[in-house]
Nanobody, 121 residues
């Protein structure tokens, strides 16, 4: 089955940038919509961004619009999340997930293990 492995998390200062990657194996990325979710301490897992296999279908959560950019490289079977102007409230474990072209956690079929992003001064 499909496996997703996130990387690129770490500690950054407010206003800084970070680029997350999610490498897929076991199946080709073009056959799935793929996106990012995050879970902050004590909170529910929430939607961040998703991109369809057409590459032109993209949805962002309102709080990250204009700051985050999702992209996918089908040849490399990889999805990226470029995060700019990071805020402390962006601190969370970030997960990539694939399934339906959807913002709902319940519509995802496969999940990565997550990568921690900490935004702090």
């Amino acid at each position: 089955q499909l496996q997703l492995v996130e990387s690129g998390g770490g500690l950054v200062q407010p206003g800084g940038s970070l680029r997350l990657s999610c490498a897929a194996s076991g199946a080709r990325l073009p056959y799935y919509a793929i996106g990012w979710f995050r879970q902050a301490p004590g909170k529910e897992r929430e939607f961040v961004a998703t991109i369809g296999r057409s590459l032109s279908n993209i949805i962002y959560e309102d709080s990250v619009k204009g700051r985050f950019t999702i992209s996918r490289d089908n040849a490399k079977n990889t999805v990226y999340l470029q995060m700019n102007s990071l805020k402390p409230e962006d601190t969370a474990v970030y997960y990539c997930a694939t399934g339906a072209y959807s913002t709902d956690v319940r519509d995802m079929q496969y999940w990565g293990k997550g990568t921690l992003v900490t935004v702090s001064s």
